[in-house]
């Protein structure tokens, strides 16, 4: 592998008197990205690389309340954020 080989990183903590902890970190280019809505009432956002998958969908995956609101506005302006330093990135890199 060299340094720069897509990989994925998942790392489960169980530890006694603490909630398990589970951290899944993609570093792969090659990602399959939907979002869709379930039964007319849920959006799901599911992320996906092959050998892991996250999946985002409401409180409870019950209807939509305005914490599920908040959330995504802020996974959105994160996704925002995320694109405009790729951007940035690429482009002083390729200069």
């Not at 009432?41 to 092959?50: D, K, V, Y």
Request: hydrophobic content about 40%; aromatic content about 6%.
């Amino acid at each position: 592998m060299t340094d720069h080989d897509p990989y994925t990183y998942i790392s489960v903590a169980l530890t006694p008197k603490e909630d398990p902890s589970v951290t899944v970190s993609f570093h792969d280019a090659e990602m399959w990205i939907r979002a869709t809505v379930l039964a007319d009432r849920r959006p799901l956002l599911h992320l996906s690389c092959g050998k892991a998958s996250v999946s985002l969908s409401t409180t409870g995956a019950g209807p939509v309340n305005e914490a599920d609101v908040a959330t995504a506005r802020t996974l959105f302006e994160a996704a925002k954020q995320y694109l405009t330093d790729c951007e940035r990135l690429h482009a002083e890199q390729a200069a």
